[in-house]
């Protein structure tokens, strides 16, 4: 599974329509931010579960997504590939610090866990925190340019 962390906002499509003008290779590419893991969609949107979301861009987020964008336009030797690389790093590492805040993108908290989950965890010996049992989701979000 593949969820996308779309750029809809003016400012940074504006940007990138800048950043592909000056570079020939930027219409072939694009930055997905996401997880492969299946049940990843029902936290997202609370499709069976309770809804936490973890992928997304923030306003701190869109903040500095718009600053490395504008650098990249004022550097002659950028390229689009480093360019989404930069974003693709700095997304894993907002998205890792949320996750350690237990919090989404606009900074409201995860809805806690159930009891009976918090006791099966502690049964089994699992990891506590909200929407970690094993670490398998948090650590397969990643990007990927293609």
Excluded: C
């Amino acid at each position: 599974m593949k969820i996308s962390i779309e750029y809809n906002d003016d400012s940074i499509q504006s940007l990138l329509g800048e950043l592909v003008e000056k570079l020939e290779e930027a219409d072939r590419l694009k930055l997905i931010v996401g997880t492969n893991v299946s049940y990843a969609y029902e936290h997202q949107v609370g499709d069976g579960q309770r809804k936490r979301e973890f992928l997304g861009v923030s306003d701190t987020d869109r903040a500095i997504l718009v600053a490395i964008l504008q650098e990249s336009i004022a550097d002659p030797n950028a390229s689009y590939h480093s360019t989404l690389q930069e974003m693709g790093e700095y997304m894993l590492y907002a998205t890792d610090q949320r996750w350690e805040q237990e919090v989404d993108p606009s900074g409201m908290p995860w809805a806690k866990n159930a009891p009976w989950v918090i006791e099966r965890k502690k049964k089994l010996g699992r990891i506590q925190k909200i929407l970690q049992d094993t670490g398998r989701l948090r650590s397969s979000i990643a990007y990927r340019i293609e």
